[in-house]
């Protein structure tokens, strides 16, 4: 009781964290921990839904009375994933130096200017490609929040749990995408929300848009959440540290392996995420993108958890490994059913490949994030072998340290993916007229990914099989 007690009595800081502890976790950690869980998820989640708005924004601009070219949608589609992948790399770090709860509670609030004006400038017909830009440069602020958010849980939870808590955490935070390409849809086409934000866009065909809406939806949700996590969350004493302490992560050669890897995974996920509705729009253009393009993010953040689950049971580099082999025979099942050389292609076919590739990447998601803790752990114990308690405890504290940095490090490098692969999709269909070329590099990608996993983590005495 007199742990439990010690921990309530510090307020919003835990001064004393032990979840490695049995005894500790079960009276008192769990339930802490569960709390902060809780109160991340939702955070994240309307973190991705204004991060990858865009995706469903953009293909509605034109019917508005906009004038933007294709490759100017694109350009929308792709520049939160720039931006939200940069200030990844800064909120990588940000949990150990400011806390947990605080830079939450941050980080969520900051999610209201470009919902805001995301709505305000879809209504002024005189708003030019550059603004959109801007706006769709500040809604990175949602991909930003994620490296800080997996880094914080990370901290709460024992090494034999976060394969299951990071991955709730992100599959159930990166659901958000699929929200909101379900939402947005919806809140569009009606004017309930007109009394207070403006009149409807008028179509072509006579009908009506309330696109602002989009912005607009996200904002009490984010002023009630940031409430949640300024009041509800906690800081670790422990976690503490100067970005100093975990820039030895830049010296560790297994967090650019790691890091190699969750781009594949996050950032085929997100990259797919974000350009899945002009994908569709250019290839089908008889298909709606907006009633299936939620589908693909959905699979993909529901089945995240269960990648983390089974590489708990299983080991993540089997999961992982399997799993690139997998995405590759996907890739080739979508270039199978795409329009090429005048056919019509096979949208049912192209769209029940792409959702077995989604659910690779959410899989490998939670594989590759299960394998990032047990790999700084175990080089810590080896590098600690035969020395004091003092020494192994500062060891394990060391690697949760490191293992937290690479884990935002790496969903810093992966966020990248939603702007290359919209990018690479927009080029590709500009000099070759389909994105076929740009498919096949991933494929080429993902073999590499095949090989590194392999040998340094699967294969028989591999450096540091997990």
């Known amino acids: 009781m007199a742990t439990q007690q010690g921990t309530e009595n510090t307020g919003k800081v835990l001064t004393d964290w032990r979840p490695e502890e049995p005894e500790f976790w079960e009276s008192t950690g769990k339930r802490i921990a569960t709390r902060n869980l809780w109160i991340s998820i939702p955070c994240l989640l ?23 070219t294709t490759n100017e949608l694109f350009w929308l589609t792709a520049l939160p994933g720039l931006s939200g992948a940069t200030l990844r790399i800064f909120y990588s770090f940000m949990v150990p130096i400011f806390g947990g709860r605080r830079w939450t509670a941050i980080s969520t609030a900051s999610l209201v200017l470009p919902a805001l004006w995301m709505g305000f400038a879809v209504q002024d017909p005189s708003t030019t490609f550059w603004e959109f830009a801007l706006i769709a440069l500040l809604c990175g602020f949602g991909g930003g929040n994620f490296a800080s958010s997996m880094a914080n849980i ?125 994908l569709i729009k250019t290839q089908f253009p008889t298909v709606d993108p907006l009633q299936f393009a939620f589908l693909g993010p959905m699979v993909g953040a529901l089945i995240r958890p ?69 790999i700084f752990r175990t080089q810590h114990e080896r590098w600690t072998e035969g020395g004091s308690e003092q020494q192994k405890a500062e060891a ?18 992966a966020a990248y993916g939603a702007f290359f692969i919209p990018k690479a999709y927009g ?25 590194v996993t392999w040998w340094f983590y699967h294969r028989k005495n591999a450096e540091i099989p997990c």
């Open 306 to 374: 269960i990648g983390g689950w089974l590489s708990d049971k299983l080991g993540g580099a089997r999961v992982t490994f399997w799993n690139f082999i997998v995405m590759i025979a996907a890739v080739f099942g979508v270039v199978y059913f795409l329009p090429v050389l005048g056919t019509e292609g096979n949208f049912w076919g192209f769209f029940l490949m792409f959702m077995v590739l989604f659910i690779t990447t959410g899989v490998g998601n939670g594989s590759t994030f299960r394998m990032i803790p047990i």
């Open 427 to 451: 080029t590709s269909i500009a000099l070759t007229g389909g994105p076929t070329a740009a498919l096949y590099a991933f494929a080429a990608y993902y073999l590499t990914c095949i090989a």
């Open 46 to 68: 309307l973190a991705f839904c204004v991060w990858l708005v865009w995706s469903a924004v953009a293909v509605r601009l034109n019917n508005i009375g906009f004038t933007l």
């Open 396 to 413: 394990i504290r060391n690697a949760n340290k490191e293992s937290a940095a690479t884990l935002g490090f790496s969903s810093a490098l």
């Open 154 to 278: 990370s901290f709460f939870y024992p090494k034999s749990q976060q394969g299951t808590a990071l991955g709730l955490n992100a599959g159930l935070g990166n659901l958000g995408v699929s929200v909101m390409q379900f939402v947005v849809p919806m809140v569009i086409t009606t004017g309930a929300l007109s009394f207070m934000f403006g009149s409807a866009q008028s179509l072509e065909d006579g009908g009506q848009l309330w696109l602002q809406n989009a912005g607009f939806v996200w904002v009490p949700f984010i002023a009630l959440f940031t409430i949640l996590a300024w009041f509800g969350m906690n800081d670790i004493a422990s976690a503490k540290a100067s970005f100093a302490d975990q820039a030895i992560i830049f010296r560790r050669k297994h967090q650019w392996l790691m890091s190699w890897l969750y781009i594949a995974t996050f950032g085929s996920f997100i990259g797919y995420s974000a350009g899945f509705p002009m």
